[in-house]
């Protein structure tokens, strides 16, 4: 099982920007789909972005579209979201998951059961 780690959340106003990192532990990483979710307070956690194995291929809620990219690096075992024009209801934790590779037209799971380690997540606060 591959660990991960969250990091680059924080206090910001709407409009702002944030670059949140999840960190893997091994070079197996590189193999894994990833996806972010996060999970506002009182709300089921939502699915977010996700990336394919070699970064080759995205998608996106369309809740954030337009305005949050994901990326990985596989040779520094990373993937980051970039958030721009953040919102109020961006607020929330924000976590991720690796999935297994998967290629197609379907490739992308937006689904939180089909993916199996995850991080500890970050706080993302959004002012308005």
């Known amino acids: 099982q591959v660990q991960l780690v969250e990091s680059g959340g924080g206090l910001v106003q709407a409009g702002g920007s944030l670059r949140l990192s999840c960190a893997a532990s091994?070079?197996?990483?590189?193999?894994?789909?990833v996806g972010w979710f996060r999970q506002a307070p009182g709300k089921e956690r939502e699915f977010v972005a996700t990336i394919n194995w070699n970064g080759g291929s995205t998608y996106y809620a369309d809740s954030v579209k337009g305005r949050f990219t994901i990326s990985r690096d596989n040779g520094k075992n990373t993937v980051s979201l970039q958030m721009n024009s953040l919102k109020p209801e961006d607020t929330a934790v924000y976590y991720c998951?690796?999935?297994?590779?998967?290629?197609?037209?379907?490739?992308?799971?937006?689904?939180?059961?089909?993916?199996?380690?995850w991080g500890q997540g970050t706080q993302v606060t959004v002012s308005s």
């Open positions: 091994t070079r197996a990483f590189s193999y894994y789909g």
């Open positions: 998951a690796t999935t297994a590779p998967r290629h197609g037209a379907s490739w992308y799971r937006i689904n939180s059961y089909d993916y199996n380690s």
